[in-house]
């Protein structure tokens, strides 16, 4: 993590890595989470989430704590890591991102795959059609 430049390195498939930014509210919880990690266990590693035992996180763990929050929160609906992609990317894209910039964000290597991680709202469809169309 690069806290004064707000970007967080990401290694996603394959082992590829990529930079992306990182809000102040996100790197403000980050800063509090490693020192508490770093008091806890006493480690230093540069994985970001590590177990109790100071070893990396699995997949299966990360859904599970997910889903622990998810449901402390009062949310009755079922959301995995991969649905906060999706709506990540959904987000951008409604907020007028360039798809290719998104694709960079979520690491894909052709924007095919990024369009379908992209799901415009109606509310979206009839925004972009009344400001672009001459004749909306």
Known sequence: IDFSAELLRVKGKRDKERLIPVGRYALDALKKYLQWREKKLAIQDQALFLNKFGERISDRSARERLNLY????????NVTPHT?????????INRGADLR???EL???ERLSTTQI??????????????ESHPRA
Do not use: C, N, W
């Open 106 to 108: 979520l690491g894909h």
């Open 101 to 103: 910039a998104v694709q």
């Open 84 to 92: 906060l992609r999706h709506s990540f990317a959904t987000h951008l």
């Open 117 to 130: 991680y992209t799901h415009i709202t109606p509310s979206h469809l009839k925004k972009v059609y009344t």
């Open 70 to 77: 998810i449901e402390k929160m009062g949310i009755d609906k």
